[in-house]
Each structure stands twice: as structure tokens, then as C-alpha cells.
């Protein structure tokens, strides 16, 4: 289990060819924005597993013993499990998420709430967090914020979780994952992207967890180099 504060950020991105027919299996290509979310996560003793969000004013805390207690059953479907309505439902009720949240606010905390009770599932006890996300990039503008934040929260849990290595280790002090680690990234990433979408293409998570430009079609990406 990660011992020290961990920071990660991820950035946008902006659509140059294909922004709706790439849901079709058209062509897409993509390149990433020097526009970037940050995740700051910091290992508790308490307890208590916090999201706070202070660009939409969202700070919510739950118990960690009591999350331990749910049925969750439905997420144990292999290394990855896809969200159904059913079930997200069925989460929000169990979560205890507030009423007046609702829409991309609602959509950001039961994304986490998803991907950390999906990805740390198979640690004994799930672990006591404090998470702050934080964005240069606009909600709404179609410039990728829901993507660059599912990116990091996938890669902050995956690596608190030890399911992806931690590339800050040894005292350096910026770094990226390695392949392996980023393929698995982005698949999670994805998760959070279908919990805030329902049928993404899958082309914003690719750009917001690999960077630089992409042609993607139909999950299938590969990097342009000019």
C-alpha cells in the first residue's frame, strides 16, 4: 500500500477530425492540450476515504469500514467490470451520495466512488485516502475534463493500490508509467468514462492517459508522429 503523498495529472485534449463519427467506428484524430487535472493523494490512518473537488465546490467523506460492508459482488467480473445502469443505481443508494448532486457533480463522485471500491477491492482492508482534484480545463467544453480526470484517478489508485508500479519511487521526482502499466490505466480509466457517459468512444481517456497525437478507431490507437 502507497506510504507517501502521491501527485499525478493528466491532460485534455481536442478532437482535429471525427469528433462524433468516432462513436460510429469512424477515424478519429486526437491530440492532447497543455491544459492538465491534478490528483493529490494522501495515504490516512483515519478511517476515511475523501474526494474533494474545490473547482465545482464538491468535498464528499465516506467510512471506510462501512464501504467494507457492502455488496459489491457485482464488481468482482473479471480485471475490468462494466457498469450497468442497474448497478450504478444500486451504488448511489449504497454510497449514500447526496440528493443534490446531481449531473457531471453527481457523475464525478460516483465515478470515484466506482473506481476505488472496482480497483481496491482486492486489498484486504480498503484503504483510508484523502484525494484533491483540481483542473486548468473547463467542464462542458468539450476539451476532455471528465477523461483527464477518470486518467487520474485510475493511475493514483491503481498505484496506491500496487496494481500498476510507482513511477516516483527512488526519489525522482517527475516520471510516467510504463507501457504495461499506462494500457492498464487507460482500460480503468474508460470504467470512469462509461460511469459519467454511458457509450464514450474511448478516444478521450486514450489521448488524456498516452499524451501527444493519436489516430483511434474503433479502440484501436496507434501514435502520430507528425
Excluded at 53 to 58: T, V
Excluded at 159 to 179: F, H, I, M, Q
Excluded at 201 to 219: E, I, K, P
Aim: with cysteine.
Amino acid at each position: 500500500m502507497l506510504s507517501e503523498a502521491l501527485l499525478v495529472s493528466a491532460p485534455g485534449k481536442v478532437i482535429l477530425h471525427g469528433e462524433h463519427a468516432v462513436v460510429h467506428g469512424k477515424v478519429a484524430l486526437a491530440a492532447a492540450l497543455n491544459l492538465r487535472t491534478f490528483l493529490l493523494l494522501r495515504p490516512q490512518s483515519n478511517g476515511k476515504v475523501s474526494v474533494n473537488l474545490p473547482n465545482i465546490g464538491i468535498k464528499q467523506v465516506w467510512d471506510v469500514g462501512m464501504l467494507q460492508r457492502l455488496d459489491t459482488s457485482f464488481l468482482e467480473q473479471g480485471d475490468v467490470s462494466v457498469p450497468t445502469l442497474e448497478q450504478l443505481e444500486k451504488l448511489k443508494k449504497m454510497g449514500d451520495l447526496p440528493r443534490d448532486r446531481a449531473g457531471n457533480e453527481g457523475m464525478a463522485l460516483l465515478a470515484f466512488l466506482y473506481l476505488y471500491l472496482a480497483i481496491c477491492r482486492k486489498q484486504r482492508t480498503l484503504p483510508s485516502l484523502d484525494m484533491v482534484v483540481w483542473s486548468e480545463l473547463p467542464p462542458g467544453a468539450g476539451l476532455g475534463s471528465s477523461a483527464a480526470y477518470s486518467v487520474c484517478l485510475a493511475a493514483a489508485l491503481l498505484t496506491a493500490c500496487e496494481e500498476v508500479s510507482n513511477p516516483l519511487k527512488d526519489g525522482v521526482s517527475v516520471s510516467r508509467w510504463p507501457e504495461e502499466d499506462l494500457k492498464s490505466i487507460n482500460k480503468w480509466a474508460f470504467e470512469g468514462e462509461r460511469v459519467i457517459h454511458g457509450n464514450p468512444s474511448g478516444v478521450d481517456n486514450a489521448v488524456s492517459t498516452w499524451g501527444g497525437a493519436l489516430r483511434f478507431q474503433q479502440g484501436t490507437m496507434s501514435s502520430l508522429k507528425r
